[in-house]
């Protein structure tokens, strides 16, 4: 009988492949779930099964691993919505469909949205933090602007306006939805849809 004490094995950690899509997979649950504030460095890396040391390997700090999370969850939410919108084309067009796509993706799965605002409020109260946000403001504006454009033949100026329309809209209306989640905005994102019928005005 071996009456020695059992010795807990020291945890060997190590720099594997996908630590860095892990850490972010776990600030995307945790972050989306308490805000920046509230999460910890030690909680995130506890969820990803990797040191907090290891952690600053891959992000200098918890902002850092946000701004990387925005991007992951932003490049899931537009795969999902090219999915609704190639569930729903065949019966309609794009300027018939496309607000009413975001508007169903962002009630199925509103993270991309509370992980927007945790951006733009940490840019906010860190004026270094800004160039970033607006960064990726100006990135998904103007990859709205290409996929207007696609789809409809408008000219670059009107896409732009209508973009920044929509950039705003979706967010506001993602936001209502969020704190009311009961809310029906139908009507709200077929109104701003609308922008996408209007014809570009001709040179005089």
Known sequence: MNDQPKTKQKRTWTHQADNRERLIAAGSAILAEKGIEATTVKEIARRADVSPGLFHYYFATKDDLL????????????????????SISAQKQFPEIAMLAVAAVSRRDPTWYRLRYELYALGLRNPDFMPAVAEMIAKGRQSIVQTIQEHTGMNEEQAQAVAAIFHACTDGLALQQIAQPGLDLTEAYRLVQSLLMVEAPTDK
């Open 67 to 86: 701004l990387a999370v925005v991007y992951e969850a932003g490049a899931r939410f537009n795969q999902q919505l090219m999915r609704e919108l190639q």
